[in-house]
């Protein structure tokens, strides 16, 4: 295993992975001087206060909400007894998600940094970790800027149009922190470096091909505990869908003179998706995808992430009927994946590109580099994610500004980049300008569309047309599968008004119903997503009260309006 390795951490006879989640000290500034006083933190940060890993910062410490950093974290802890010597073992830290940017010391030695909020990172320690007590320093730095993905303090003429304070280009707080868990992780030096899983259709059943990257040695495979060999055939009942998320245990093991070396077990599900002209085809059957664009979003947790919260979630649009989730507008965090893939909902997973421009008078280059950084992102969401049998499509953006020479021509390249990466799931990106020049490098049309609310506000009685001519316009240009990746409208919880009128719960209902309708009678749609599952926060704007989007079918603590109510009773009539 070297830092590097996607392989996600897990513990077994050659593996350990450590949890360091809990109470870490924390500091806000630039330079919060470190308690040895020489600056490699080996004696940890000086005057931290207690906070709690995952979270953010921002919403967990009293007046701390507009901070983005840099702030400091420190946390201290002993390896596990039978760590030393390491004898042919790598240790590393493991970051599940540093937002936006983290360098990283243990005992006062630097094990490097990553940039970019919503993916994991790993950092080698294997000179810096000691028997007895370490102390991990890291640095998080979430401040906004135009060089980065997603970018800040955007030129009004970049943007929608919309002024946030603070200044980001997108609708959603940008919470700073430790956001997912972290890791220490040990595993065998010359071991198992990937295990890359893709599916193919074959007749009514499906292959699965297991390429395994390792060190020299025999590996063998199981499936359920029954040796394979690849490419290996399943029948159609072993699929994973919706209806029946089926989940296979393979287990990858190295051997070398016949001694066990390494392992690596994968609970996975095998299933094929495709575009068929203007169908999506899971497993070879048409396939309608109902359900949200999702934040990772609580209160005082802010953007850090539990098991709990996301089995809330995920198990509540299986009790309304829905199938599907857009993770908006970054990847998601691991765990929550575990979950769509054994709950059989589907996700389309999103990099943290949301906001893009591509302005060509640009002295700094932040053009350039906010290109680099979205490809990196997606290279790195594709490596964490490409054996999971819950995501079906790769999202490449969020509403880029498309009206720059240069626009068409980076989505192109981002969504080229995908398909080089995983040529096995349909790539698009999510747009609210499906007429400008890009989306014919999508494989679907990925449409955000808000008749009833941005346009014609107040108007149900004509949104429905809107969205139907909308929709056939975009169809006959494109001739693609379209997903409606948004819609919808904001409702003041407890809002109420006969008739509807705009933020009550009764006008988001009756409008979401009413374009569902339109929806659903084209057969090209092949998907839904409701604006949004939940309230989330957002930046101060005039637009949003209380700093929060209220366009969520739950309020931000979960708790249903009208709107749920009304998708239970569409989506499943039978137990609505
Ligand atoms: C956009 C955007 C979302 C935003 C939504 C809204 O389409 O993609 O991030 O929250 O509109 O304004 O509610």
Not at 61 to 75: F, I, M
Not at 167 to 192: C, K, N, Q, T, W
Not at 234 to 260: K, M, N
Not at 501 to 516: C, G, K, V
Request: contains cysteine.
């Amino acid at each position: 295993m070297s830092a590097a390795s996607p392989l996600r951490p897990q513990t077994n006879a050659c593996r350990l992975a450590v949890d360091l989640s809990g109470t870490w000290l924390f500091r806000l500034g630039d330079d919060v001087g470190d308690d040895s006083g020489d600056g490699d933190w080996h004696g940890g940060i000086a005057g931290g206060i207690p906070v709690g890993v995952p979270g953010s910062w921002n919403d967990q410490v009293p007046g701390a909400r507009d901070e983005l950093g840099p702030a400091w974290y420190e946390r201290r802890f002993e390896p596990p007894p039978g760590t030393f010597p390491l004898a042919g073992r790598e240790a590393a830290i493991r970051f599940g998600s540093a937002s936006y940017a983290a360098s990283v010391w243990l005992n006062g030695q630097f094990l490097g940094g990553h940039e970019g909020g919503q993916l994991p990172f790993a950092l080698d320690c294997s000179g810096a970790l000691r028997d007895g007590e370490n102390v991990l320093v890291v640095q998080v730095d979430g401040r906004l800027a135009r060089d980065r993905v997603p970018p800040g303090l955007v030129p009004p003429g970049d943007t929608h149009g919309r002024v946030f304070h603070p200044d980001v280009s997108y609708d959603f707080f940008p919470f700073a922190g430790l956001h997912r868990r972290v890791e220490l992780v040990l595993a065998p030096r010359d071991g198992i470096r990937d295990v890359r899983l893709e599916t193919t259709a074959d007749d009514a059943g499906a292959l699965l091909s297991v390429r395994v990257d390792a060190a020299d040695g025999d590996v063998t495979l199981t499936l359920d505990g029954a040796p394979i060999a690849s490419p290996h055939r399943v029948d159609a009942s072993a699929l994973w869908s919706p209806a029946s998320p089926r989940l296979h245990l393979l287990e990858v093991e190295l051997r070398r003179d016949g001694v066990l070396a390494d392992r690596y077990a994968l609970r996975t599900g095998i299933r094929t998706v495709a575009v068929a002209g203007d169908q999506l085809l899971l497993n070879g059957a048409p396939v309608r995808l109902r359900g949200f664009g999702r934040h990772e979003d609580f209160a005082v947790l802010g953007r850090g992430t539990t098991p709990a919260l996301a089995a809330r979630d995920l198990l509540l649009m299986r009790q309304l009927g829905a199938n599907s989730f857009r993770t908006a507008h970054y990847p998601c965090d691991e765990e929550t994946l575990d979950i769509a893939d054994r709950l059989g909902l589907m996700v389309i997973a999103e990099t943290p590109a949301v906001g893009l421009y591509f302005g060509d008078d640009d002295p700094d280059g932040d053009t350039a580099r906010r290109q680099e950084l979205a490809l990196g992102s997606l290279a790195e969401l594709i490596a964490r994610d490409r054996n999971r049998a819950c995501v079906i499509a790769w999202s490449v953006a969020n509403e880029p500004r498309m009206d720059y020479p240069g626009a068409a021509a980076a989505l192109r390249e981002l969504c080229d980049r995908a398909r080089a990466l995983d040529g096995s799931r349909p790539v698009s990106y999510a747009t609210d300008l499906p007429d400008a020049a890009g989306v014919e490098a999508a494989d679907i049309v990925f449409l955000n569309s808000y008749p009833g609310w941005y346009r014609y506000p107040g108007r149900l009685d004509v949104a429905e047309s809107v969205l139907g001519d909308t929709l056939d316009r975009v169809y006959r240009r494109h001739g693609k599968p379209v997903i409606l990746t948004e819609f919808g409208a904001d409702a003041m919880p407890g809002s109420h008004a006969d008739p509807p009128s705009m933020w009550t719960e009764e006008y988001q209902a009756e409008l979401i119903e009413r374009l569902l309708r339109v929806a659903d009678r084209r057969s090209y749609v092949a998907g839904t997503h409701v604006w949004a599952f939940a309230d989330f926060a957002t930046a101060q704007a005039d637009h949003r009260p209380q700093s929060v989007n209220f366009k969520g079918v739950f309020t931000r603590d979960r708790r249903p309006k009208l709107a749920a109510r009304r998708l239970r009773e569409l989506w499943q009539p039978a137990d609505a």
